[in-house]
C-alpha cells in the first residue's frame, strides 16, 4: 500500500558527486519531493520502503531512488517501524530461537496450515541425539514407532563419500562419526538438534544407494516423508553437500543486499524523534538459489507443510498461512513460476483440496511442469520419479489416471506442450513415450492453457486408448518402459524439410489471418510455425529413400527448427493430426504401423488451421 509521506517539501539531503554509486544520504544541497512510502505493517507508520524524485538545487542531476526502510531495535522508532536488519548470523541463538517460534506459531495457531499429527516415522532416520550434542549420532531403523522429525533438502553436488550402503548400515546403526560427514548435513544435525527434534532423514543416509531395490521402494515414499515431516530445512544456498549452509552471509555481489546504510531522523507519532536506516532497495529471487536449480527440489518443498529455508541472504519460513524472514521483508521476495505456489498448497486441509477447480488445477500442473523441467537433473531417468510425489497428490485430487506426465482425462489438451529450448538430440536411452514430455530434455510449455478442443476442426479428435507400463510395479507414478497412444483425428501428410516457419501452399488459395496469437511471430505469408522437440536428429538413409546397402544405410544429420541460411539434403514426411482450434501434432512413421512423435505444429489462428487440412481424412493413429 502506497501512502504519502510526512516529510515538508523544504526539507533537504545531500548525495554523494555523482548518483551512481550507493546512495549516501544527509541533510544539504538535494531537495526532495514527491516521497511515497509503502507499508506492509499493522499501521501506516509500519513501512518498509521509500522512493523519492530527488534533484540538487543546482540542478546538476536528478533521479528517482528507491530505499529499503529499517529500524534498530533499541531505537525509537522501532516501536513503529517493525522492519529490521537482514540477520547475517543465522547460527546465532537469536536465529534459532526465531525459527522455534515460527514452528510453535504454525502447528498452534494457523488454521490454515493442515493440522499437523505425530506419523510414523519413516524406514530409517538419522537418530541425533540430545540438543546439547552429548548423545552419539546413529542410524536408527524405525519399526512404525511415532515421533516427529526433520527432513532436509540440499544438492548433493556430486558424489558422497559417506552414505548407506548394504556394507555399511551395521557399523552405521551403532555409530557415525560426525566430522566424517559432508558439512551441509553437518549443519543440517545441528539445526535438527536446535530445533529440539531427534530424528532427521536425509536421503544418502536413509536409503540403500547400493540398492536398486531399496531406492525404487523409498523413492515412492518419499512424497509422504515430506509432507509428514515435523518441519523441512532446505539448504537453499549451499551448491554442494561439502559447502555447509549455517556460515554467517556475507557475500557482496550485485545480487545481494547492500551492507551501506544511511541514517535519517524521523518524527514519531508519539512526539519522540528517531531514527530509520535507509538501504538501496533490492529483490531478493528464490528461483537463483542453488538448491531450487535441482529438480527434486521442487516436490520437496510443495509436500512440505512447513519449510525453513536457509538462503543466500537470510533465514526465511513458508508455510501455507505465511512467510517469514528474520530481518527485512518478505515484499522484497520475487517469486517465479511454481516458485508462486505456497508451501503445503498441495495437501489437504480438512479432506478438502485447497486446489481450486480442475481447471486450476491443471494450470497449477503446467506451471509446476516448466518449472521442474527448467531445473537440473544429475540422472536424465530420474524425470518422472522425481515428480512421482506430487503426482500422488494431484492423483487424489483429480480421481484421474496418470499417463508418464500427463492425465487421461485432459489427455487432448496436456498433448499441446511444447519445448521451450529444443537443442539438444533426442535422448539416446528410453524414458517415455514420445507422445509425453518426459520423453525430451528441456524446459515444457504449454502454447494454449484454454484450447479449443470443441472447434469445428477438432470435433473429430478423439482419444481412443492410451496406457503405459510402469518400470516397477511398486512405483506405479514413475519411470515407465512403454506407453502407447491410439488416436483419431484430421490428418495432413506434409514433406517437411526441418523449417520452423511454415508457409501458405502457394497453390492453393489458402487465406493467411490477420489475426492470430503471436502475430509478430509469424511474418507474412506463414500461418504455422513447426515446434520441434529436439535440435537435431540423425536419420538413416534406408528410412528416407532406397539405399544400395541395406546393412550399412547412409546416415544424415537432420536439423530442426531451421533457420539459418541452407538447406537439409533431405525432407521427412510427416503427419499433422489436429489436437485442438490451433495446434497438431507432428508425427512420423515408426514401426509395425505405429508413429513418434517429433514435434507440435501451432497455427496463427483456427482459421489457417482450419485452411491447412481442408479436404483431408480422419485416421486413427498408434503413437508410441
Not at 50 to 70: C, G, I
Not at 275 to 299: D, V
Not at 364 to 389: E, F, H, K, M
Amino acid at each position: 500500500m502506497a501512502n504519502r509521506g510526512d516529510f515538508s517539501e523544504s526539507e533537504a539531503f545531500r548525495f554523494p558527486e555523482a548518483p551512481d554509486g550507493d546512495l549516501e544520504l544527509d541533510f544539504n544541497e538535494v531537495l526532495v519531493r514527491n516521497v511515497q512510502v509503502s507499508s506492509s505493517g499493522a499501521n501506516a507508520y509500519d513501512f518498509d520502503s521509500l522512493r523519492m524524485a530527488a534533484w540538487s538545487d543546482k540542478n546538476r542531476y536528478n533521479f528517482d531512488v528507491h530505499f529499503a526502510v529499517f529500524a534498530e531495535a533499541d531505537d525509537p522508532a522501532a516501536s513503529f517501524i517493525t522492519t529490521r536488519l537482514i540477520n547475517t548470523a543465522i547460527a546465532s541463538s537469536a536465529s534459532f530461537d526465531l525459527a522455534r517460534r515460527w514452528i510453535h506459531e504454525c502447528l498452534n495457531d494457523h488454521r490454515n496450515c493442515p493440522d499437523f499429527v505425530v506419523s510414523s516415522l519413516p524406514s530409517r532416520v538419522l537418530d541425533v541425539g540430545s540438543g546439547d550434542g552429548t548423545e552419539g549420532l546413529k542410524l536408527r531403523i524405525s519399526q512404525g514407532e511415532e515421533a516427529p522429525y526433520a527432513a532436509l533438502s540440499y544438492c548433493w553436488g556430486g558424489p558422497q563419500l559417506v552414505s548407506l550402503t548394504t556394507y555399511s548400515i551395521e557399523e552405521m546403526t551403532q555409530s557415525i562419526a560426525m566430522c566424517t560427514l559432508p558439512q551441509t548435513i553437518q549443519d543440517a544435525i545441528t539445526t535438527t538438534r536446535k530445533l529440539g527434534l531427534r530424528f532427521l532423514w536425509v536421503d544418502a543416509l536413509c536409503i540403500l544407494q547400493d540398492s536398486m531395490s531399496d531406492k525404487d521402494v523409498e523413492i515412492t515414499r518419499m512424497g509422504q516423508i515430506y509432507h509428514n515431516a515435523h518441519v523441512t530445512i532446505c539448504a537453499a544456498s549451499a551448491e554442494r553437500c561439502h559447502d555447509g549452509f549455517l556460515e554467517v552471509r556475507s557475500r557482496q555481489d550485485q545480487w545481494s543486499p547492500s551492507r551501506r546504510f544511511s541514517k535519517l531522523p524521523i518524527p514519531c507519532p508519539d512526539g519522540t524523534t528517531g531514527n530509520i536506516l535507509l538501504r538501496e532497495s533490492r529483490l531478493y529471487y528464490p528461483a537463483t538459489e542453488p538448491l531450487n536449480r535441482r529438480a527434486w527440489a521442487l516436490q520437496e518443498r510443495l509436500l512440505s507443510p512447513r519449510v525453513l529455508t536457509y538462503g543466500s541472504w537470510q533465514l526465511y519460513w513458508r508455510c501455507h498461512s505465511l512467510q517469514h524472514c528474520d530481518g527485512g521483508s518478505t515484499e522484497w521476495f520475487h517469486w517465479q513460476g511454481a516458485e508462486r505456489l505456497t508451501t503445503g498448497e498441495i495437501v489437504e486441509n480438512d479432506d478438502k483440496t485447497v486446489l481450486g477447480d480442475r481447471n486450476q488445477l491443471w494450470d497449477n500442473w503446467t506451471n509446476i511442469i516448466g518449472a521442474y523441467t527448467g531445473q537440473g537433473l544429475t540422472v536424465p531417468s530420474d524425470r518422472l520419479p522425481a515428480l512421482s510425489g506430487i503426482a500422488a497428490k494431484f492423483q487424489k485430487f483429480l480421481d484421474d489416471i496418470y499417463c508418464a506426465g500427463l492425465w487421461r482425462s485432459c489427455l487432448q489438451k496436456g498433448l499441446s506442450w511444447q519445448v521451450g529450448e529444443p537443442r539438444v538430440s533426442r535422448p539416446s536411452k528410453y524414458r517415455a513415450p514420445t507422445w509425453a514430455w518426459p520423453s525430451v530434455y528441456g524446459e515444457i510449455l504449454w502454447e494454449n492453457n484454454a484450447p479449443k478442443t470443441e472447434s469445428e476442426i477438432a470435433k473429430a479428435t478423439k482419444i481412443l486408448a492410451c496406457s503405459v507400463s510402469p518400470a516397477n510395479p511398486l512405483a506405479p507414478l514413475g519411470g515407465v518402459t512403454d506407453g502407447i497412444l491410439k488416436i483419431k483425428g484430421i490428418v495432413k501428410t506434409i514433406d517437411w524439410d526441418g523449417a520452423e516457419q511454415i508457409p501458405k501452399d502457394p497453390e492453393a488459395a489458402i487465406p493467411v489471418s490477420e489475426k492470430g496469437i503471436g502475430s509478430s511471430l509469424f511474418p507474412e505469408g506463414i500461418i504455422a510455425l513447426a515446434k520441434a522437440d529436439f535440435a537435431e536428429e540423425t536419420l538413416y538413409m534406408d528410412s528416407v529413400a532406397e539405399s544400395d546397402d541395406q546393412n550399412n544405410p547412409i546416415r544424415i544429420l537432420f536439423c530442426m527448427v531451421r533457420d539459418q541460411e541452407g538447406v537439409n539434403n533431405v525432407t521427412r514426411q510427416v503427419m499433422c493430426l489436429v489436437l485442438d482450434d490451433i495446434t497438431a501434432l507432428m508425427l512420423e512413421d515408426w514401426s509395425h504401423g505405429s508413429c513418434v512423435r517429433v514435434g507440435l505444429m501451432v497455427f496463427k489462428s483456427e482459421e489457417d488451421h482450419k485452411h491447412f487440412v481442408e479436404g483431408c481424412d480422419e485416421k486413427i493413429l498408434i503413437v508410441r
